[in-house]
């Protein structure tokens, strides 16, 4: 919110709680709170487009749940109140949010990241509303082949960056760098040794005396699964 926001903010706190008004009449005070509100605040908006958030809704919403007339009674309302009822707004227009690729050279992962991180910030502060699209492949550098395949596999992640999220995406990972190094990607196909659908891995299937499963663990691809995706990529 910027300054003048604050200061219509303010004047409607004035008009629910006595002792802001009383502040308020003392214009070196007002100034001082205006200040103070600004900075606590410039990362929430005064209302939403869509009328989800309101900041005056929110301030009401303070002295209601405080008992009205008995408000004399409770404190002041004060900035961090107005961040705690935004929070769950915020975290709202977050989890919509989908990181759209930014129309930045794939390459340069600095200007990459930081437009992301701006994007996020717009988001998160309300001044822009949150992208919902998904699998947008933006015009960079890459290789039209490689792309069609890594759309398949369905990242709009450059390869730089993507390579930060490895060690939270092992099995990703491996496909990528299988199809980046021009390598079958095995999970391209189902397998039809044990049975693991396309996109999934491969399990180990151990079997006791009995016949009955005594360990199910993911493992790599195998062999036949491999020559079945290197033929794949040869079709
Ligand atoms: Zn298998």
New binding site residues.
Partial sequence: MQPREIAALLDRVGSLDGRIDRQLVDEHLAERAITRWTEALAEVPATLPDSSWDVGRAVRGYYEQRGGDNSARYRPIEPHDILAAWAPHRAGLMQRHTDPAPPVDPDNVAGYLAELRRSRAAVATGRTAPVEQHRELTAGEVDPELAERLDKIGSPIPPAVRQQLVAYRPIRAQREAAVAAGRPDPLAVA??????PIGQP??SRRMNLAGEARANRR?S??P??LDAAAQEVAA
């Fill in positions: 397998c039809t040794w044990c049975g693991a491969c399990r493992r691809p195998h036949s699964r």
